[in-house]
């Protein structure tokens, strides 16, 4: 078995292996900004609560603002280049962290280094998808967010190594693995555009044509099409509410006397431990349920963890809270891309990957500044108020992605089974059980 498992990783397309690495680096970079930024904002920084959102957001902001203008560019300029310059872009941000002082020239770096993120995580789900079957695409998702949660486990953990000299420092060590990654990308990834897709396929080869013909309009598909709209929607509110947990603990710890500064970081590394050790059995154990039941199942989780937060700030509390929270996103994390993905035309994977992206800009934006105004009224009133809105979201989600489903799977009827599809299944990294 560990001989079938190894040859299957060496048979793993080495563009999506780099991937899984550079979504690593960016975890860890994430994972050493996300619990460490409030604290080292309020102590550090002297930054009142109520304004500590707002800072998170000019680093959403800069995603938002750019995402509509580039976020498409890897179908135009190649993942490779994309990949690179933004990586490198991010990583020099967070190192640029470590030496501004004041709220200006913050809110400046963390402004431009989101324009620079705006097309990190969607380029690297699209390389991947370029030389991947659709139908390993969940997997390969998933496998995405196990590294990235991967990285998560280092990045806090290393972060609460360095919060003991300074928090400041924490932000040297996440940009610096993300300028490492930016590097390997140099050196080792090759161009996946086109990777796959069938020779001689009328229909790709006029969505190619309609795409060089639509320009900057192709670059927001959210707009044009419907079905995106809707899920995207139904993917901010969620995601807005379940931030909550991941911005307001760290202030709600911290003020209660719970957890130090290394205490929140060792908390969200278990946190990403538990993603890292359980998603791909949890991915695997409920991949014959439907969207709708993975959907409410997640729901379910984060009402719970809301429940436990608002009964008290004690640790075993806290403790199941990120741990519910986590099990949420295990089940919902992979269906998103996956249905997006289900969505776009191949010529355009690159810019529905990236209209995505702003759902996802918008939780960092909206979630922090929505949590931490709700926190600076009433400790309690985030988790409170997140359980409704938790309700309401993962039902539409789930309806949503399910829709989704049923649409890529009617296309993969039509298209058929020719000899390129089974050679790009053969390509895949898993394999059926059983196989």
């Not at 979201?393 to 992605?401: D, P, R, T, V």
Request: with cysteine.
């Amino acid at each position: 078995m560990i001989n079938t498992f190894l040859s299957s990783w060496r048979a793993a397309p080495r563009p999506a292996l780099l991937g899984l690495l550079l979504s690593f680096c960016a975890g860890f970079a994430d994972g050493a900004l996300v619990p460490f930024f409030p604290l080292w904002a309020s102590s550090e920084a002297a930054i009142p609560v109520g304004a500590i959102g707002l800072l998170f957001g000019c680093y959403a902001g800069g995603e938002l603002l750019a995402a509509p203008l580039i976020g498409g560019i890897a179908d135009r300029v190649g993942r490779r280049p994309v990949l690179i310059a933004s990586s490198l872009g991010v990583g020099a941000g967070f190192l640029a962290l470590f030496f501004v002082h004041g709220v200006a020239a913050t809110a400046i770096v963390l402004l431009l280094t989101g324009m620079c993120e705006s097309v990190l995580h969607p380029t690297i789900l699209t390389a991947i998808a370029d030389v991947t079957s659709p139908s390993a695409h969940p997997r390969w998702f998933g496998l995405a967010r196990v590294s990235s949660s991967a990285g998560q486990i280092l990045g806090p953990a290393c972060g609460a190594l360095l919060a003991l000299l300074s928090l400041r420092s924490v932000f040297l060590a996440g940009g610096t693995v993300l300028v490492l990654g930016g590097m390997v990308m140099l050196l080792a990834l090759d161009e996946t555009i086109g990777v796959g897709r069938a020779t001689g396929d009328d229909r790709h080869d006029a969505e190619d044509e309609e795409a060089e013909e639509e320009g900057l309009s192709a670059l927001l598909p959210a707009f044009r099409d419907g079905r995106l709209a809707k899920l995207l929607l139904w993917v901010v509110l969620f995601e807005v509410a379940g931030n909550w947990i991941e911005a307001v603990i760290p202030l709600y710890a911290h003020d209660a006397g719970t957890l130090t500064p290394s205490g929140v970081g060792a908390l969200f590394a278990y946190a990403a431990a538990l993603t890292v050790g359980l998603q791909m059995l949890v991915s695997r154990v409920v991949e014959a349920r439907s969207a709708l039941w993975l959907t409410v199942g997640a729901g379910l989780a984060t009402i719970l963890a809301f429940a436990l937060l608002a009964a008290s700030p004690a640790m075993m509390m806290l403790v199941g809270a990120v741990s519910l929270c986590s099990i949420g996103q295990m089940l919902v994390g992979p269906l998103v891309p996956t249905a997006v993905n289900a969505l776009a035309p191949p010529a355009r994977r690159a810019s529905y990957m990236a209209a995505s992206s702003v759902a996802v800009d918008l939780k960092d934006s909206l979630g922090p500044s929505i949590g931490t105004a709700l926190y600076a009224l009433a400790p309690r009133l985030p988790w409170i108020a997140g359980i409704p809105l938790v309700a309401i979201a993962s039902l539409g989600l789930g309806a949503a992605i399910g829709r989704a489903r049923r649409a890529s799977s009617a296309g993969a009827s039509n298209r058929g089974t020719g000899p390129e599809a089974l050679k790009a299944e053969s390509n895949d990294l898993l394999v059926e059980p059983g196989n």
